[in-house]
């Protein structure tokens, strides 16, 4: 078990080092590589820098309802270095449904992915 726990880690954390991130907004990035369209939602992760609790990054996997502009948050990851570097200090799993504001930080990242979804 702790085998299949240290290989699902490699791929998490080379997963992060291997995003193409993009400004998206006001210090928002959002992986190009990650935006993919399936039954009209779209996915994508978005990355943002922060400076609390310890935790230098937060990446969000999203799905996306581009016509009703809600997202529900998938997966969470903190990472002790800016960029989705470093060591992942957390992995928390979700459904947290939002509907964005515009003009937030995850309004621009959700339309940045909904222009470029495929």
């Not at 080379?14 to 991130?21: F, K």
């Not at 990035?29 to 009209?40: A, F, H, L, M, Q």
Request: aromatic share 10%; hydrophobic share 40%.
């Amino acid at each position: 078990m702790r085998y299949i726990n240290l290989i699902f880690l490699f791929f998490i954390t080379s997963n992060a080092l291997a995003a193409s991130w993009i400004e998206a907004g006001d210090t928002i990035y959002v992986d190009v590589n990650s935006i993919k369209k399936n039954k009209g939602l779209v996915f994508y992760s978005s990355l943002e820098n922060m400076t609390t609790m310890g935790l230098n990054s937060v990446v969000v996997t999203n799905e996306a309802n581009c016509t009703e502009q809600k997202i529900t948050e998938l997966t969470i990851l903190y990472y002790g270095q800016p960029m989705g570097q470093g060591e992942l200090v957390e992995k928390k799993t979700l459904n947290n449904v939002k509907s964005l504001e515009p003009n937030t930080k995850k309004y621009h990242a959700m339309k940045f992915a909904c222009e470029k979804a495929k």
